[in-house]
């Protein structure tokens, strides 16, 4: 069976933030890097993403807890740890939606109003 690489935008947000937000973290997680062919993010949070998903014509990943909690990050948010029980969410969606033998490209990028992560991870699917 073929395998083809994914490139998955993983994303973490706080509650107040918008797809403006993440469409910015975006751009700056995405610069020089191939294009994303997916959208990852909390599952509890993922419908924020679905209009930005939407606009992109790209598939959005929910993103479970045990997954989140089950990944280790480069980047080790105190706020992160405690909330999530991962190091960085956004590095943490990416890499659990792009699968078990993904890699980061990026690190979390964060937006300029603060309010959300992006991270790019790649990987392959069958």
């Given amino acids: 069976m073929e395998r083809r690489a994914v490139i998955v935008a993983g994303f973490g947000f706080r509650a107040a933030a918008d797809v403006a ?3 910015a973290a975006l ?3 995405q610069s020089g890097h191939p294009a994303v062919t997916a959208l990852a993010a909390p599952d509890d949070k993922a419908a924020l993403l679905a209009p930005l998903a ?3 014509d790209l ?3 929910a993103v479970t807890p045990e997954m989140l909690r089950s990944i280790t990050t480069p980047t080790c948010s105190r706020f992160s740890l405690e909330a999530r029980g991962t190091g960085s969410v956004a590095e943490a969606a990416a890499l659990a939606a792009a699968g078990p033998d993904a890699w980061l490209l990026t690190r979390r990028h964060v937006s300029p109003n603060r309010m959300a992560t992006c991270a790019i991870a790649q990987g392959t699917a069958a």
Avoid: Q
């Fill in 27 to 29: 751009a700056l997680a």
């Fill in 54 to 56: 939407a606009a992109l």
């Fill in 21 to 23: 937000a993440c469409k």
């Fill in 59 to 61: 598939p959005l990943i």
